[in-house]
Nanobody
Framework: QVQLVESGGGLVQAGGSLRLSCTAS????????MGWFRQAPGKEREFVSA??????IYADSVKGRFSISRDNAKSTVYLQMNSLKPEDTAIYYC????????????????WGQGTQVTVSS
């Protein structure tokens, strides 16, 4: 079992930045692929970014603005979000999986509770 706890969300003006963190329990964090997803009100959960043995991938909507990284010693994955737009407003979820790496929510077995990001115009 892996438990994930997100932090770093908040309210920011358009053009601003936030850094989300997701800390995992357990001793085998470095073996997990880690993903960030988001869900806006009335919309389906969508892929944002992921990092694993194949490197990192991003949704087209965040390429060039968001950056994912991980610190295995701290069992933490980060999502640096720059040039934020009102359409980035959503609850952001961290996810982990031991076997697969990709952009589909169904590929991830473990999820955090989410952190709210609100971008004002």
């Amino acid at each position: 079992q892996v438990q994930l706890v997100e932090s770093g969300g908040g309210l920011v003006q358009a053009g601003g930045s936030l850094r989300l963190s997701c800390t995992a329990s357990g001793r085998t964090f470095n073996f997990y692929s880690m993903g960030w997803f988001r869900q806006a009100p009335g919309k389906e959960r969508e892929f944002v970014s992921a990092i694993g043995w194949r490197g990192s991938i991003y949704a087209d909507s965040v390429k060039g603005r968001f950056s994912i990284s991980r610190d295995n010693a701290k069992s933490t994955v980060y999502l640096q979000m720059n040039s934020l737009k009102p359409e980035d407003t959503a609850i952001y979820y961290c996810a982990a999986d031991l076997r697969s790496f990709g952009s589909s929510p169904t590929q991830y077995d473990y999820w955090g509770q989410g952190t709210q990001v609100t971008v004002s115009s």
